[in-house]
Each structure stands twice: as C-alpha cells, then as structure tokens.
C-alpha cells in the first residue's frame, strides 16, 4: 500500500505545521522538495487561536489531568484539522503529499529523572495523529522528537536540519547564525566545511518572547497576548539590578548542546520576577528589563558559545522577535561589533514560515528515509530518522 497517495515524481510537497511555545496560533508552510536538495516555499499561512483556544492552552501548559491531557491531543488535532481547511481555502488546488505535525509541547523533560533505578527523560506535544489524518484525507507524520531522546539526545533543537537545507548556500565562505526568537530564543550556527556547509551547534540560548507576554498578558488582564513592536518596553528603563540578577540563572552558562522551555521561562518565571521586583519597578521598566534579557542572553551565547569557534559574517533573526521593532533595534546594537542582523526574509524564508517550514523539511527527510536529528545539535549519540507516519487510509485486516 502507498503511504504518500501522489505518484512518486521525485518531489515532495510537505506542508509543516508548527504550534510554537508562544500558543497564539498555528503556522503553515507548503513546501516542493525536490530530490536533488532544492526547494520552494508554494505558500504560507498562519491560523491564529482564539481567546479562549489561548486561555485553554495555558491552563493546560501550567499542568492538567491525565484526562485533560488525552483531551488535548485530540482537541488539538481537530484545531489543526480546521487550519488545514482554512489553509486549502485560501490556496485550491493544491497537492499536499503529507502533513509534518509538531503539535502543542506540553511537558519537555531532556534530562535524564531515575524511576526506580531507570533512567527516563521524555517530551509530549498535544496532538493525536490519527484524528489528523480522518479529518483531512491526508498522511501525518508526527511525534518528530522522541526518536532523537531514544538515542540519548534532548529532542530539541530539530529546526536545523532545516536551516541547513534553507540556508547552507549562505555559508560557503564563512559562518552564519541562524536566530529564531520565538516564545524560547534559539540558534543554528552554520560553518564552511570539506564536504560543503555543516551544522556546528545549535542550542536554546534561553527566553525570547515568552517572558515579555506573560507581563504583558498580566498587566492588561489579557487584553493585549505581546509587546506589539515592543512598544511597552522602548517606554522604560532597563533595572541592570534586576538583569544581571536575571543573567545569573545557571543555564545561561550550560554549555551547549542544550534546550529549555516554559517549565523555566513561563508563567510561573514571570510571577516570581514581579514579586521580586515589587512595586519600585513600573511595568514599563519591567517590560525594558525583561527584553533586554533575551537581548543579552542571545548575544552572550554567541560571543561565549560561536564565536570561540571562529567568526560569523551575519545572524539572521526569524519568529515572532523579528517584527517587534524594539527587540531587533537593541539586538543590532548589541551585536554590532561582532556581525551585522538581517531577517530571514531577505533571503526567501519568512520570518514567520522558518519554524514551520524546519518541519516540512524534516518530513521530506522521513518521506525519504534519511536522519532528521543532527546529533551536534541535540546531543544524541547517533543520527536516527525521525517521526512516526499515520497513513491517510487505515489498512483493514487482509490488505
């Protein structure tokens, strides 16, 4: 039986589908792959949650019942099955060979916890992939991380396989970073190699958005969900006090590879900041301070953790971050003396399609049978083939 129901060509269309840390929407990105490497982004789209959808997903990111958490999968599969629909509304016509689905993280353990002298470390992304693949008709492949942890790695960060594929032509002669600020700020470094570009690190640096919207979301009472370009934050003033306090956390100083998530930079993280701060510190100064965070911790990482390696002739930033106007401003000042900033976009992958189209092309790897972690990223021991396949047509007994 064929699992992809288009003939074979040679190509794969894959549309990636990302749900990110942020929880205000769901991202979509078409993608041709060809077998001889090149690509072609055929269309973008994003499915933003609503208010409620948000609220919900919060409660359960704080923690849940094992029935809430058997519930989300499958209500998540139905959030995505209704953006796939939304998506091929606005795009008739078009072949989708397979789905690459993350869903909704909602709990990462990367290092290793001892169950009754078992070592164990696992992820969960919300999604069931079988209601996925009933309500649209087409395959999934899914559950992209677990394999990587199966061979000792932290199942994050898996966007550089796609960053490599997106952007190695960048670095034929010199280093480049690739920055993606989403709720968590993370970075693929891409260096020359005998063989052509390869992937050299690629590691969490720490927060990106994901601090800065839960002060916000708190100050507003949930009207605002971000900084919308920063705004709140170009209004005050950095407390260097409570930022080098905040510098002092200990994983800043990790040496990669290494990840992290809303477990240290959530909800809860943001609280004990306010409570720290008290009320000698304006929600304005406390938005400067905590954007200036992910500034300084994305810029210490490369300068102590990239830049030992060798230069980097440019950081290209994506996500979220890369529209807030005030982050980037800052960012490029901090940087200033080490490589200029550009945006993803400048060269073909939209700031907002990065994540998703990482995840299209860890499905054409899958499609293709080819490794999907890069071991220098996660830390596992060996390069392993990622993702689960649910096909489009359940196979009755017999067949």
Not at 254 to 270: E, I, M, N, Q, Y
Not at 316 to 339: D, Q, T
Not at 344 to 368: I, K
Request: aromatic letters at 6%; a neutral charge; proline letters at 7%.
């Amino acid at each position: 039986m064929n699992l992809v129901p288009a003939a074979y060509d040679g190509v794969f269309r894959v549309l990636g589908m990302m749900s990110g840390t942020s929880g205000d929407g769901i991202d979509g990105a078409l993608v041709r792959f060809d077998a001889d490497g090149r690509f072609a982004l055929e269309w973008q789209e994003s499915a933003p949650f609503a208010p409620a959808v948000r609220i919900r997903l919060q409660r359960l990111m704080a923690g849940g019942s094992i029935e809430d958490t058997a519930l989300a999968a499958c209500w998540m599969a139905e959030l995505y099955a209704g953006a796939v629909s939304a998506f091929l509304a606005a795009h008739p016509g078009s072949r989708i060979d397979a789905i690459a689905a993350h869903g909704q993280t909602l709990a990462h353990v990367p290092q290793p916890l001892d169950w009754d002298g078992i070592p164990v470390r696992a992820t969960l992304q919300a999604l069931n992939p079988s209601v996925l693949a009933q309500r649209t008709g087409l395959p999934v492949i899914s559950d992209f991380r677990a394999r990587d942890m199966a061979v000792g790695g932290q199942g994050a960060p898996l966007v550089p396989l796609g960053d490599l594929r997106f952007f190695g032509s960048l670095a034929r002669d010199a280093g480049i970073v690739v920055l993606n600020v989403g709720g968590i700020a993370n970075v693929t470094v891409i260096r020359p190699g005998e063989d052509g570009p390869r992937v050299a690190a690629a590691f969490d640096t720490g927060p990106g958005n994901m601090l800065l919207d839960a002060l916000v979301r708190s100050v507003t009472g949930g009207r605002e969900e971000y900084d919308r370009d920063g705004r709140l934050a170009a209004f005050g003033i950095t407390d260097g006090h409570l930022l080098a306090e905040l510098l002092g956390d200990p994983y800043f100083r990790l040496p990669p590879p290494k990840s992290t998530g809303r477990d240290r930079f959530g909800v809860a993280a943001c609280e004990a900041i306010r409570r720290k701060a008290g009320t000698r510190i304006s929600d304005a100064d406390l938005a400067s301070t905590l954007l200036d965070l992910t500034v300084e911790s994305i810029s210490n990482a490369i300068q102590h953790f990239v830049l030992p390696e060798g230069p980097v002739a440019v950081t290209l930033i994506a996500g979220g971050g890369a529209l807030n106007g005030e982050l980037c401003r800052r960012l490029a000042k901090r940087l200033s003396r080490v490589c200029p900033l550009a945006t993803t976009s400048d060269h073909g992958v939209p700031v907002q399609a990065r994540e998703a189209m990482a995840f299209a092309a860890l499905g054409d790897a899958f499609l293709r049978g080819k490794p999907g972690n890069i071991p220098v990223a996660t830390g596992a021991s060996a390069a392993v083939l990622l993702g689960s396949l649910t096909p489009a047509i359940p196979i009755s007994p017999g067949r």
